[in-house]
């Protein structure tokens, strides 16, 4: 069962570890799931927002 973040600071802590990112771009909102060893992790926030977080990732991006 994936666990959603609420907090920017602790997510990016997160993609520090990531093994994949998956971003879904709705209309309203950008939902990016972080894919670790163990657990899916997803973060829901705005499209600025969401470009700075993954300017920071390492691991390979996929969009949906």
């Known amino acids: 069962m ?3 973040v609420f907090d920017a600071k602790t997510f990016k802590e997160l993609l520090e570890k990531a093994i994949e990112v998956r971003v879904v771009r709705r209309k309203d909102y ?3 799931k972080a894919r670790l060893k163990r657990m899916l ?3 829901v926030t705005d499209e600025a927002e969401a470009e700075k977080l993954l300017k ?3 691991a390979p ?3 949906f």
């Open 2 to 4: 994936p666990r959603q």
């Open 30 to 32: 950008v939902k990016i």
């Open 41 to 43: 992790y997803t973060y």
């Open 56 to 58: 920071t990732v390492k």
């Open 61 to 63: 991006i996929k969009e």
